[in-house]
């Protein structure tokens, strides 16, 4: 019975222990030198916030934002569970204070706090995060939030997580420096490293990152180097601290071993976003209606007419004016004329109605708009891109103003008929405003380019 006993104690144990996978990789060529179950998708843990953390460093990179920028921390993020720094829904601090909690202590708190600053809210920042890890290549990875507490979808593999550290040392070598510290000021308090006993106890250590929790196990990634060799090992599923430190020394000891001391050194690409496609979203916007008074235009329209409040918000180039004066006289005489139906004149009224006094002196609506958006220095402005349609122009910049409301909430929207086909734009932005539009839709895979005065 005693047997019985302790046979269902060891199969229970082994039940409850978490997958083992590793990975080795010579961190100069991204040669792989060992691998065990290096492609099954396994829960990450705190691993997550390598992936947190290099889209913060893209999301500065790129102008969204600063090391100085100060976040307010929400309800949602003061209430994640520990390892946390103890942050107070309502209290402010810097980025920088947020980054070196997240590297450092592993805060969850901190890295939902870097998640909505980055992108307005986490699970948004979530889907950026895997987004940009598609373009890394790691494409058995998927993550769900900012601080890899358990999550059902929110995987990843040790081929993946080994991706992430090479491109963290090799991208952000300016920030790289924050893995190998100690302890750290995080703004509130001094914190310690969650992976101090293996940077202690390995000689050459200088990161990455731990992780750990009841699903996961105990997983690390950790890189070393020695003399001109580099090596970084990752590992899933350690039993505990000490059983996953002394099992990562000997993958990093197998990796020296087994790498050559000269290797031409082949730094990773920034990311590429091209042909990476965003987890599609379905947003629902109650659509506000403006009060316009009945318009006695004629049916007859040369295309499709959008929707009333759409027609109010999109910006007429100046450039057509001249083109599409005929149009415009005859919209300006039904607007002015009683409350009739109209009558289909002949070809040869409506030429002899126009002057070209009337065409100068028209319309003072169109004046107002150009001056708005060129007063103040706002003579920047966004495009993007080319449309076969009008309307599909305009609900394009609509959508975009939606989805942008921060940076976009000020300019004004214009479709210009051109050669290629219908240009979406935003027009009336300062330069800053345009630079940071465009960085910020870039960063989600929509295509933009800046346009200034001239453009």
């Not at 099992?247 to 042909?275: I, Q, W």
């Not at 209606?289 to 040369?302: C, G, N």
């Not at 122009?393 to 975009?400: C, P, V, Y």
Request: charged share 25%; with cysteine; aromatic share 6%.
């Amino acid at each position: 019975m005693g047997l019985c006993v302790l046979a269902f104690a060891v199969s229970a144990s082994s039940v409850a222990a978490a997958p083992y996978a590793a990975m080795v990789m010579d961190a100069r060529s991204g040669k792989v030198l060992h691998a065990r179950n290096a492609d099954t998708r396994l829960h990450p843990a705190s691993l997550t916030k390598m992936m947190t953390l290099y889209v913060t460093f893209e999301a500065i990179r790129r102008g969204e934002l600063t090391l100085d920028t100060k976040v307010k921390i929400s309800r949602k993020a003061a209430a994640e569970q520990p390892s946390k720094l103890g942050l107070k829904a309502g209290q402010r601090i810097a980025i920088r204070y947020l980054i070196r909690a997240a590297a450092v202590k592993s805060a969850n708190d901190a890295a939902t706090a870097l998640g909505e600053a980055v992108s307005g809210s986490e699970a948004t920042f979530a889907r950026r995060m895997t987004r940009t890890a598609k373009a890394l290549g790691m494409t058995n990875t998927t993550f769900k939030n900012a601080h890899g507490l358990t999550e059902s979808g929110h995987m990843s593999t040790a081929r993946d997580m080994t991706t992430l550290g090479r491109h963290m040392i090799y991208d952000y070598p300016q920030y790289y420096n924050l893995f190998s510290r100690q302890t750290t000021h995080a703004g509130v308090k001094q914190v310690s490293n969650t992976n101090r006993r293996f940077l202690q106890n390995y000689k050459g250590a200088d990161g990455i990152k731990t992780g750990y929790t009841r699903a996961a196990g105990f997983n690390l990634v950790a890189s070393a180097e020695k003399g001109n060799e580099r090596i970084i090992a990752t590992m899933f599923g350690g039993s505990s601290t000490a059983a996953r430190n002394a099992r990562v020394a000997e993958l990093l000891d197998m990796g020296f071993k087994r790498a050559p001391s000269n290797t031409a050194l082949r730094k990773p690409s920034l990311p590429s976003y091209r042909g990476v496609k965003e987890e599609p979203k379905i947003i629902k916007v109650k659509p506000t209606i403006t009060a316009v008074p009945r318009s006695p235009r004629p049916t007859e329209r040369p295309e499709a007419a959008p929707s009333p409040e759409m027609l109010l918000a999109v910006v007429k180039d100046v450039n057509e004016q001249v083109t599409s004066a005929r149009e415009e006289v005859q919209v300006a005489k039904a607007a002015s004329a009683p409350t009739v139906t109209p009558i289909k004149r002949p070809g040869n009224l409506v030429t002899a109605a126009l002057q070209p006094t009337e065409i100068v002196r028209k319309p003072a609506q169109r004046q107002i708009i150009t001056r708005a958006s060129t007063s103040g220095g706002r003579h920047w402005g966004i495009t993007l891109g080319y449309h076969t349609t009008r309307h599909s122009a305009e609900r394009m910049l609509l959508q975009t103003a939606l989805q942008e409301i921060e940076t976009l909430s000020d300019a004004l929207r214009k479709v210009a008929n051109k050669p290629k086909g219908w240009e979406a734009n935003f027009v009336g932005m300062t330069k800053e405003r345009a630079n940071l539009a465009c960085a910020r839709l870039e960063a989600r895979g929509q295509q933009c380019e800046t346009r200034g005065p001239t453009g």
